[in-house]
């Protein structure tokens, strides 16, 4: 994949997680490897209202090295292993200290983490949660901070359409 099209995670570029229930919901999912090699990982999603967690750890890679973090066909992040080939990336809808603004919702997405030459070493994808898909919050970012709007899961991909590029 190239670096054409990708968008920020801090930009607030599509559906941000926002189940509108009380209840936590939380899903968690064990990222296959490809190719073996002792490479594992794990995703796992938190919503609550209008508040979500979004969550990709890594373990069993390169020592050192940085991979690019895909949901859904875009780069969101990269991950930097520890000397150790362990590495996290963290996004929640009101970020704080490492984490990552959410700004996408990776419910019912594929997850790939890859290295840079473009081979996928970890994948999988994260479930609904639900057989009710959710409504979601839709927010682009402009010149005085982010404009959200309710929108349904069916409007989504409006919401992905008016996204800037980064």
Do not use: W
């Not at 990776?106 to 030459?117: K, M, T």
């Amino acid at each position: 994949m190239n670096g054409t099209g990708f968008l920020c995670a801090c930009a607030m570029s599509a559906t941000m997680l926002a189940a509108g229930v009380s209840e936590a919901k939380r899903v968690q999912i064990d990222l296959t490897a490809n190719g073996g090699g002792g490479a594992r990982g794990r995703a796992s999603v938190a919503a609550r209202g209008s508040k979500g967690h979004f969550e990709v750890k890594v373990r069993g890679l390169e020592a050192s090295a940085d991979y690019d973090l895909v949901v859904g066909g875009i780069k969101v992040a990269a991950i930097h292993t520890s000397g150790r080939g362990a590495g996290t990336a963290r996004f929640s809808t009101r970020p704080r200290g490492v984490k990552l603004m959410l700004g996408f919702d990776p419910r019912g997405e594929a997850i790939e983490v890859r290295d840079l030459s473009g081979f996928d070493v970890l994948n999988g994808v994260v479930p609904l949660g639900s057989d009710d898909a959710p409504d979601g919050i839709c927010c682009i970012p402009d010149d005085s901070g982010a404009e959200c709007e309710d929108r349904s899961e069916r409007s989504s991909g409006d919401c992905r359409a008016r996204a800037p590029d980064r």
